[in-house]
């Protein structure tokens, strides 16, 4: 997942929410709701705004009803309670990265978001230079199993940045990598994973070949079904600059594919056993 970009604040007009109902405005001019703890499987209302919208993607956007978001180091500053309140209904968390390292946020977010009843699922940054076994079990060493989480997440993409892993292998090669990670998930955590990815990535190793996992999509111009042409997926990530009461600066912001009865129907279906 890409890192946050800070700017302007400017609200989202395709969220209904923004800007109405009761609670009190925070610094910021957003709408701050003081509600008691949702229930894990209740659905909020999302009161987000957004730095930098893309005016193309209101009407899409709008169609959906379960939003959330995803986190890692760079969210210093969560309150969940009040996220929860202002429509964050789930979070991807990131844990791990390759075979030795761990998100220095992901205990103190792991925690936060449970007690807020925020789902919450944990996500490891695939790194290309390092054996997917050997990833699996870095993961598993430091992300428990616990029925009612959702299903692990593993993201894949390019790593042009990287300060030691810039390889870019074959198609062929990647996707028998994410077909070992995806096998070993599935038995470790009870249910299959879910495969975030970007548009080149996808495009690049043909991952609409893989089979057995509901696909998060990174598509931050344009609805999924335009960039990833026929490509079934469970989430969507729309916005990077995303601004939410009780989270400090830009966050990634998500929707769920289905409504709020698909919603639950799907937690039953996919949540770990």
């Known amino acids: 997942m890409n890192l ?16 109405g109902g009761g609670g009190r405005h925070d610094g910021g001019g957003r709408l701050q709701h003081a509600a008691p703890a949702a229930a894990p499987g209740q659905v909020t209302r999302a009161n987000f705004s957004d730095a930098d919208p893309h005016p193309e993607l209101a009407a899409a956007i709008r169609k959906h009803d379960v939003h959330g978001i995803d986190v890692a180091r760079f969210q210093l500053a969560v309150d969940w309670p009040t ?4 429509g964050v209904n789930f979070a991807f968390i990131k844990a791990t990265e390759g075979g030795d390292r761990v998100d220095e946020m992901f205990h103190s977010h ?4 449970a007690a807020a009843g925020v789902r919450r699922g944990a996500y490891h940054f695939f790194y290309h230079c390092r054996a997917p076994e050997e990833q699996a079990r870095w993961f598993f ?10 299903p692990p997440v593993i993201d894949m993409e390019w790593t042009p940045t990287s300060p030691t892993c810039t390889i870019r292998r074959a198609p062929e090669v990647i996707r028998a990598d994410a077909e070992v990670l995806i096998r070993m998930f ?22 609409w070949r893989l089979k057995g996992v ?4 990174r598509s931050v111009a344009a609805h999924p079904s335009d960039r990833y042409p026929g490509q079934h997926w469970a989430f969507w990530q729309y916005t ?16 769920y594919a289905g409504d709020a ?3 639950g129907d799907w937690l039953a279906r996919r949540a770990q056993p």
């Open 4 to 19: 946050p970009r800070f700017a302007l604040l400017a609200c989202l007009s395709f969220l209904a929410a923004c800007g």
């Open 83 to 86: 996220a929860r309140a202002n």
């Open 110 to 113: 792991w925690r936060g978001a």
């Open 141 to 150: 060493r430091h992300v428990p199993k616990r029925s009612g989480d959702l």
């Open 186 to 207: 599935t038995q470790h955590y009870g249910t299959a994973p879910i495969l975030y990815t970007t548009v080149d990535f996808y495009e690049d190793n043909q991952m």
């Open 214 to 217: 509901d696909f998060w999509l």
């Open 240 to 255: 990077s600059t995303g601004q939410i009461p009780g989270i400090g600066g830009a966050v990634d912001i998500n929707v």
């Open 261 to 263: 009865a698909q919603w």
